[in-house]
Structure formats: structure tokens, C-alpha cells
């Protein structure tokens, strides 16, 4: 990991404030992300969570506030620019490639690594076919990794919902990503789809040191997998501390449960 | 009865000689190529960025006039083909920068509005660079006919043919096989999620519109080589219409084999059937067999089938 060792937060996000028209979906929420840590985005619904997301990964511009990523402002940039810098992502309703394999969509994500020549690369030529092979190995590797091997022919469109939120995983993780959003990697998922989504989660963390922030409903999942729990309300920041922490926090536990005013 | 055997009797006459009808076959695949190369210009389009391009025939015209204008002043013929292709080139950056860059995500009808803007632009623009007189483009190989194992040939047409061939195959590879064409299809099939993985979209287009104007270029030195390089060219992107209602507009080898079948069957239907109706169905019969082929499949032969799930 080339990050390793470098002072600071990986991502922090400061005093960022999200508006569409007269509707305030975030209000000064800062907070930090650090090297490889695993840390969990809470709240209830439209608490502003997918934008905060949305956010880091360039998709809105806050109307104010900062985001500095290994220590440089990159508030203003784009969402392909940010994938550059080495934030992958996956979506709330999955948005894979529906009509491409899975193998295909696995090896779009891997874009952001793929450097050449577009002459070259328009006749699929000399170093251009040597660069597709040596990318072909390591997305062969994150297929295997993520248990996918059996479908990487297959269109990604006719997969169960299940196994496409493990391909968008693979997609996300084909940039070898310093960064990992997720945005409820287990939504809609039974009992033992969730399991295995927890221990690929918990894998890519050993394996590639990959910083994971993750939006989640399942508060089981959260207290078992994140080192961190980050929790919003109508768009503000209430809590931010360890699982035990913030499951003892009042503002959290009135946030859920609702409270008499 | 009359009618009846009107419409059986050519049957019997190609039965009678299989080589005139061989031929007639030959060059129904021949003018079909070129359709196809117009129809490929539109397909590109609107794969990558959901586009209809009406001014696809237009460029058409605006590459074969800029190819004509610099060899009348001159310009050896290498060198004018490889400006000519610079400006298409150059012409899909400024398209990209003046008119997709300010529209983007709005509605498809909205840019479809600018294309059609796009089109009396170009229309007018090169007429003023080169002129609006008939050209002609001589590109060396005579309009002529040969035999060929028995049938006869046309010189021009069956290099038009191979060119065409050639170019389609290159695209097909391009787009199945390279870094790129992988980005553009992934683009094709979802924005969002193409962003999201850090494909540049401003590129992407870049180089959709520079390949449309390549094809361009293809498709207008072939046609003006056999009709003159002059405004009715653009006119051909009309016959590509029922090309893609029949190939399906997202399709690549669609556009092939559609453009194959229209240019087979109105060259079957014009010498076979044209005379029952005294002649000239050529210019109509692609369209109604693109409407009769409407009825069956909407979608196009290898368009995508949209299921809404509910």
C-alpha cells in the first residue's frame, strides 16, 4: 500500500453542506476517514447517507465545505477523476453493466489502472495486447477471490441480486482501490448471502489493506465488522466513536426509536 | 389473374438464369455494404451516448466535399485523405465541446434538436468552404465491370465492398476486443456506473464522433466516387433508416446485415418486380420492408429486447 505510514486521515470530509433546491440533505457533517480502517455509516432513512457518499465520490458538489483526500482539496472534482485518485465504489441499486459479462464488467472497473496508447490500442497491438493480458490475470485473481469464477461469462443482467452485488464488489475492487464505498453491500440479501457479503468484506480488508467506509441498515453486521460507526440524522452529523459507543449514544437511540418532544 | 401472374412470373425468369439473378445478388450486397457504413455512423452514435445523429449524412457530405475540395487544389490524394480525416477529427472535438458539453443530461429529444442543428451547419459550412457545384471524385479505380467466374462484376462497386467489409470487420474487433471499445459499451450500457468506475464520458465522446466521421469519410468517397460528390449525398443517410429500423439501432453487426438485406431486396424487387409497376420502386421498397419488418420485430434484428420489469 502506497499510503502506508503517511500522517493524516485518508479522506476527511469538513463542515461539507449538500442542498437540492430549499431541502438541506447535509447540514456541516465532518468526519474523518483513516488508513484501513472499516468504518460504518449509519442513520435512519433520508438521513443523507447515499449523498454523503455521493459526495466523496464526486457524483455532488457540496455547496460548501471541504474534502481532502491524502491531505489535497479535491472538492470540485468529477466522479471519473475521483475513481482515478483511487476511490472505488458500489451503488445502493446496483449498476453493473447489465448487458456486458461478468468478466467484461469486472474488467471495466480495472480502466482506471489501464494506461496506453489509443492508436495502439484501436489496433489491439503489440504492448496494448500485453497490457490487456497482465490486467486479464489480476481481474482472474479478484474473481476468484470473490467465489465468482462459475458465472464470468455469463450477462451480468441475469444474475440474482445477490451475486450481482458481489460482482459490483469485483468491479470496484478490479481498480485496487485505496478507498472502498459501499452503499448497503447487503440490502435485499437473506441470512447467508449477508455471511458470505460480511466475510468478503472483512477478506478484501486482509488482503489488499483496503480502507472501507459502508452504508448499513443491519446493525448486527455493523457491530461485528466496522472499527468505526458513524451515525447522521436529517443530514447532520449525532455520533462518532467505536460500535459500543455509538449503540449506547442517546441522540442515536432517539434517532431510531424516535423520541417524545 | 393478370395481377397474379404479374407478381409469379418473375420467379420463373430466375429460375430460368441463376447468373443474372447471381449478379443481381452481387450487387444488392454491394450498394448494401454502404448502406450499412451510414447505418454504422448512426449505431456508433447512439450506442455510446444515446444519441440520434441526424446529421450523420450530412457529415457524409461534409467529409467527401472536404476530400474533393483539397484534391481540386492540388493536394496529392494520400495527403488530402489524411487532412481530410484530421478534420473529422477535429470536427468531432468541436462537436464535443460546443453542442454535447453544454447538453449534457438533458432529454434525448433535446440533443436530437441539435443535431439537426448540426446538420444545416454543416450543410452550409462546407458548401461555403468548397462550393455547391457537382465534384467529381476520381479514386483511380474505373466504373467499369469485369467477369468474374461467369458474372459480371463491377470494378468500383467490389471495392467499395471490400473496403466497407474491411472497415466493419476492424470495427467489430475494436469494440469486442480493446480497452476502449470495452469503456464505450460500458458507457452505451450505464452512465452512471461508467462515471462511477472512471471512465472519462468527454473522451469517450470524442472518440464515438471521430470514428462516425471516419465512417463518414468511408461512406462519402465510395458513394461520391460512383454519383458525384454533391448535396444529394447527405440524402443517403435516409436510405440508412430503414437499415437500422431493421438491424436495431444499438447493433453493429445489425447495421451489416440489415444493410445487406434492404440493398438485396431493393435491387431483387426493382429488376424482378419494378417493371409490373413501371419501374423506380427501389428508391420506396426499403422503406416498406422496413415498416412490414416493423410489424414482426420492433425491435430490430438484433436489437435489445426491452422487458420492463414491473
Excluded at chain 1, 107 to 130: E, S, V
Excluded at chain 1, 239 to 261: C, F, I, K, M, S
Aim: proline fraction near 4%.
Amino acid at each position: 500500500m502506497s499510503g502506508n505510514g503517511r500522517p493524516g486521515p485518508l479522506l476527511a470530509v469538513e463542515s461539507v453542506r449538500v442542498t437540492f433546491g430549499a431541502v438541506q440533505a447535509l447540514t456541516d457533517v465532518s468526519l474523518e476517514i483513516r488508513r484501513g480502517e472499516i468504518v460504518a455509516i449509519i442513520g435512519p432513512n433520508g438521513a443523507g447517507k447515499t449523498t454523503l457518499l455521493n459526495v466523496i465520490s464526486g457524483f455532488y458538489h457540496p455547496s460548501s465545505g471541504r474534502i481532502l483526500y491524502e491531505g489535497r482539496d479535491r472538492t470540485r472534482l468529477g466522479p471519473a477523476d475521483v475513481a482515478a485518485l483511487g476511490i472505488a465504489r458500489t451503488f445502493q441499486n446496483v449498476a453493473l453493466f447489465k448487458g456486458l459479462s461478468v468478466l467484461d464488467n469486472v474488467m471495466t472497473g480495472r480502466l482506471p489502472k489501464m494506461k496506453g496508447n489509443i492508436l495502439l490500442d484501436a489496433l489491439y497491438w503489440g504492448p496494448a495486447m500485453k497490457q490487456e493480458l497482465a490486467h486479464r490475470a489480476f481481474v482472474e485473481r479478484i474473481i476468484d477471490f470473490l467465489e465468482i469464477e462459475a458465472i464470468r461469462k455469463t450477462p451480468a443482467g441475469r444474475l440474482p441480486y445477490g451475486l450481482q452485488k458481489r460482482v459490483e464488489l469485483a468491479r470496484a475492487l478490479a481498480a485496487e482501490p485505496t478507498l472502498l464505498l459501499l452503499d448497503e453491500p447487503m440490502a435485499g440479501m437473506n441470512v447467508e448471502e449477508k455471511e458470505d457479503m460480511c466475510r468478503f468484506i472483512l477478506d478484501v480488508h486482509d488482503e489488499f489493506g483496503t480502507t472501507i467506509a459502508l452504508i448499513e441498515h443491519d446493525m448486527s453486521v455493523v457491530m461485528d465488522i466496522s472499527d468505526r460507526v458513524v451515525a447522521l440524522d436529517y443530514g447532520r452529523k449525532i455520533a462518532d466513536g467505536t460500535p459500543a459507543e455509538v449503540r449506547n449514544d442517546q441522540a442515536v437511540l432517539d434517532a431510531y426509536l424516535g423520541v417524545a418532544h | 389473374m393478370d395481377v397474379l401472374h404479374g407478381l409469379v412470373a418473375p420467379l420463373s425468369d430466375i429460375a430460368a438464369s441463376p447468373l443474372f439473378f447471381v449478379e443481381v445478388l452481387v450487387g444488392g450486397i454491394a450498394a448494401g455494404l454502404l448502406y450499412s457504413l451510414v447505418a454504422l455512423g448512426f449505431v456508433l452514435i447512439f450506442k455510446a451516448s444515446g444519441v440520434f445523429n441526424f446529421a450523420q449524412g450530412v457529415m457524409v457530405l461534409f467529409a467527401a466535399l472536404t476530400l474533393v475540395g483539397l484534391m481540386d487544389r492540388g493536394v496529392p490524394a494520400p495527403l488530402a485523405l489524411l487532412l481530410s480525416i484530421a478534420v473529422m477529427i477535429a470536427l468531432a472535438f468541436a462537436i464535443e465541446r460546443v453542442v454535447l458539453r453544454p447538453l449534457v443530461n438533458q432529454e434525448a429529444i433535446i440533443l436530437f434538436m441539435a443535431t439537426i442543428g448540426l446538420n444545416f451547419f454543416l450543410e452550409g459550412f462546407g458548401e461555403m468552404l468548397w462550393g455547391a457545384n457537382v465534384k467529381r471524385l476520381d479514386v483511380g479505380i474505373p466504373d467499369t465491370s469485369f467477369r468474374m467466374a461467369g458474372i459480371l462484376v463491377n470494378r468500383l462497386e467490389m471495392a467499395a465492398a471490400l473496403t466497407a467489409a474491411v472497415l466493419v470487420t476492424i470495427l467489430a474487433v475494436f469494440f469486442q476486443k480493446t480497452r476502449i471499445g470495452r469503456a464505450l459499451r460500458a458507457v452505451a450500457d450505464d452512465h452512471e456506473a461508467a462515471l462511477s468506475v472512471g471512465i472519462p464520458l468527454k473522451t469517450i465522446w470524442v472518440v464515438v464522433w471521430s470514428v462516425a466521421g471516419l465512417v463518414a469519410l468511408a461512406a462519402g468517397v465510395m458513394w461520391g466516387a460512383k454519383s458525384g460528390v454533391q448535396f444529394s449525398l447527405s440524402l443517403i443517410a435516409l436510405k440508412a433508416l430503414p437499415v437500422l429500423i431493421l438491424g436495431g439501432l444499438t447493433s453493429v453487426p445489425g447495421a451489416i446485415v440489415g444493410g445487406i438485406i434492404i440493398g438485396v431486396g431493393e435491387k431483387i424487387a426493382e429488376v424482378y418486380w419494378g417493371p409490373l409497376v413501371g419501374g423506380a420502386i427501389e428508391n420506396w421498397f426499403a422503406y416498406v420492408m422496413a415498416l412490414g419488418f416493423l410489424l414482426i420485430r420492433p425491435q430490430g434484428l438484433f436489437g435489445e429486447k426491452i422487458i420492463e420489469r414491473v
